[in-house]
């Protein structure tokens, strides 16, 4: 036996951490060395090229070709000081991870030579095979080509030693088959969205840009013990796994220290962040035992997005140099918690302010309330939205799971806020008299810039307000988080749009500015109450009051992507220029495709486990339970034998009735595959996949875990749960 568990353990056993040094004294000194940022590009570029750089980053104007032919060569002059061999274009297909395709910078030319080249065309434009990634449908495969496109937003950077250009992913035909077409463009929209409504406080604001921090959990396994687990390498969760004896009960892991292996592995992934300019900052453990967490500095929205895919893959890699499997998994263990990856959103001007801080003045407090009501609006008119963007069959494991945020959308923002709402609404009247509007802003001027109960204290909520940035929660560990970000902005631009529409309408019937405002802003309190909830996320009567209150509850990833091909969200994104009504299509599609593969997935690994590990561990174990009865025959006699041998007969027929129905469940899940697989509309496919094969995991799992409990612990194949969740 290859991998059985006690050979992975003895090997757990003998680990050490692995020593890791700094590269240099200070990471000063080497953080973001293998960027080409300001400092690479100062150095290696003339002024001319530096400026239009700098001009696309900052005012998103287009680089010409000579222009980028000049770029291209100061970006080969600086990996060429590096000892760096290839490029390649860096992309996110739907797939969820990233795509590269390597080419060498080195040209033959005659005599058997080479030359290095790396031209503009070779920078701004490539041509992957795009047949292999998920397009639902848009290209056909018979002209399967997809172009990449260069995002001078995200600077390149040497990974693996090869030059990594961030870009974009297109099909021939100009539709998006990527993460970040939709989420640059949505940005765009909120930016334009945001400017215009801060002309109303500052002039001098002349761009908003979207701030990202992400906070990304993880869980450790040794790589011993995770090869001898073929569910946790195929579908990257346990599909099986009785739960120990000990959990997460007693938080000890989350207060305790670090364990050096793990305290080894962290410094040498951070170094690897750092040299590719990932601000990662904090580290720390989670609740769950083997479970942990990083976040980074904030950044502007599309380098964070990019950085957190970055850092993912820099996690994995890192793993395997310390014996460690990273699980980015949403839910890897039953019975203890999952892992998310909180989108800490925000929106900041040129003029360095954050918009959802409150401020010292009365002006800038109009300002914070009018960008915090009008998110409130646009989480409130979109809530289906918002779920549609987080949904994925990993994810499905923790939303609503009593450890998750619920699959409910409502927002927390504290004491002080709602009673700063409460008195916009009873103060503010439709005319004001010069002395009300004054002793209002008086008022406002008031709110405290440290709001105490938004610190952290509510942890149910999905979607909190923690004192100068919205936490969006229920974002899944491994999702991409442009999914979220594309939508938030998106719906906040629309926000932001409408609400300069009705303010403009009022100023125009002659309403002071100011009042107008505080009018539109008094609407929309009134109108979204009923998405604000301070209390539990996790209890059912949140379920309850919810449901009364019309929210909307999706369980399902099936269900929940339906609001992405609704009519509202359709135009949503049209209108702002984001996709057209293919490009939606074609993306809820790959989303269902996305989920029909991996629950079709787990149903083969439940199945083979179940047929060539357990059942066979079991008979094996039943066997020995059988000899033993009939030695006791041989010993005893009559009333005797019936006595002694009693127990093991029970356990016999145990093991019996669990293994026949393993196998039968085993079987009418493989019916309800095939039956599912012929099915060939994308909705209902998934609807199937959830509804009738999906039903079979848990109910394979109750006997199989029931079995690891009776069979002989030396015979058991897989690593349990408190080896995998305790061993150090
Ligand atoms: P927590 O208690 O949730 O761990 P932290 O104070 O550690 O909160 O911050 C969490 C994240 O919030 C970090 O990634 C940080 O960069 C991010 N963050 C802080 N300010 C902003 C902001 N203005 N915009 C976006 N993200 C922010
Ligand atoms: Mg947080």
Request: proline share 4%; with cysteine.
């Amino acid at each position: 036996m290859a991998f059985h568990r006690f050979k992975a353990l003895e090997e757990v056993m003998t680990r050490t951490p692995v020593d890791v040094k700094l590269p240099a004294d200070k990471v000063s000194e080497f953080f973001g060395a293998n960027v080409f940022g300001k400092d690479a590009m100062r150095n290696f570029l003339s002024e001319e090229a530096y400026g239009s750089v700098m001009a696309a980053i900052e005012q998103g104007t287009k680089i010409d070709r000579k222009m980028a032919d000049q770029i291209a060569n100061g970006m080969k002059a600086w990996v060429m000081s590096k000892g760096v061999t290839h490029y390649t274009h860096w992309f996110q297909p739907l797939t969820g991870t990233t795509a590269e395709k390597h080419d060498a910078f080195f040209t033959p030319v005659e005599d058997g030579r080479a030359i290095e080249t790396f031209g503009g065309s070779q920078l701004v434009q490539q041509e992957p095979d795009a047949s292999s990634f998920p397009n639902g449908g848009i290209r056909n495969t018979f002209e399967a080509r997809g172009y990449t496109a260069w995002d001078p937003t995200s600077p390149a950077f040497i990974y693996s030693n090869t030059l990594c250009i961030p870009t974009i992913f297109v099909s021939y035909t100009g539709e998006s088959l990527d993460f970040k077409t939709p989420l640059l463009k949505a940005l765009n929209a909120l930016d334009k969205a945001a400017t215009e409504v801060c002309q109303y406080f500052d002039k001098e604001v002349t761009k908003v840009t979207t701030t990202l921090g992400w906070e990304q959990e993880y869980f450790l396994v040794d790589t011993a013990l995770y090869n001898a687990r073929p569910d946790l390498a195929m579908t990257g969760r346990t599909l099986f796994g009785h739960s120990p004896a000990k959990g997460q009960q007693l938080e000890d892991h989350y207060f305790g220290s670090i364990p050096d292996r793990v305290a080894a592995y962290m410094r040498d992934f951070e170094q690897e962040c750092w040299k590719v300019g990932i601000p990662v900052k904090t580290r720390h453990n989670e609740v769950a035992p083997n479970q942990f967490e990083c976040a980074p500095v904030f950044e502007e929205c599309n380098l964070a997005v990019d950085h957190n895919q970055l850092l993912m893959d820099v996690m994995e890699k890192t793993a395997i140099r310390h014996n460690f499997r990273v699980l980015l998994h949403e839910k890897p263990f039953a019975g203890v918690n999952g892992s998310g990856k909180h989108n800490n959103w925000s929106m900041s001007t040129s003029t360095g302010k954050n918009l959802l801080s409150p401020g010292k003045t009365p002006k800038t407090n109009l300002q914070f309330l009018t960008f915090f009501i009008n998110t409130i609006k646009a989480v409130h008119d979109n809530d289906d939205l918002m779920r549609a963007s987080i949904a994925s069959a990993n994810n499905d494991h923790r939303l609503g799971a009593n450890e998750a945020p619920p699959a409910i959308m409502s927002i927390f923002i504290g004491s002080q806020l709602t009673q700063v709402l409460a008195d916009l609404e009873t103060k503010v009247k439709g005319k004001m008299t010069p002395e009300e509007k004054t002793a209002l802003k008086l008022g406002i001027g008031k709110i405290p810039d440290i709001l105490l109960d938004n610190t952290d204290r509510n942890r149910t909520s999905p979607f909190a307000f923690t004192g100068n940035k919205f936490e969006f929660r229920a974002v899944g560990s491994s999702a991409n988080c442009a999914g979220a970000m594309t939508v938030l902005n998106a719906i906040m631009a629309n926000q932001l749009m409408q609400f300069k529409k009705e303010v403009d309408a009022l100023i125009a019937k002659g309403e002071d500015k100011d009042v107008a405002i505080f009018n539109i802003l008094v609407k929309y309190i009134k109108e979204t109450k009923r998405i604000l909830f301070e209390g539990n996320g996790y209890g059912d009567e949140w379920r309850a009051e919810a449901k009364k209150r019309g929210l909307s509850n999706f369980n399902t990833t099936p269900d929940a992507l339906d609001a992405y091909v609704g009519k509202k969200s359709l135009d949503l994104f049209e209108s702002l220029n984001i996709m057209n009504h293919r490009e939606q299509e074609a993306r809820h599609a790959i989303y269902l495709e996305n989920y029909t593969k991996k629950i079709q997935i787990e149903g083969r690994v439940i199945g083979d486990l179940a047929l060539n590990h357990i059942i066979p561990t079991a008979l094996k174990y039943q066997n020995m339970l059988i000899e033993n009865v009939e030695g006791l025959k041989h010993i005893f006699d009559g009333a005797d034998f019936k006595k002694v041998a009693a127990s093991q007969i029970e356990m016999i027929k145990d093991i019996s009735e669990r293994v026949s129905a393993i196998k039968v469940k085993v079987e009418e899940m493989t019916e309800e595959r095939k039956k599912a697989n012929n099915i060939t509309d994308h909705k209902k496919q998934a609807a199937a996949y959830c509804d009738k094969v999906k039903t079979y995991f848990e109910e394979i799992r109750y006997e199989v875990d029931k079995l690891e409990l009776i069979v002989d612990d030396e015979s058991w194949p897989l690593p349990k749960y408190r080896e995998m969740l305790f061993t150090k």
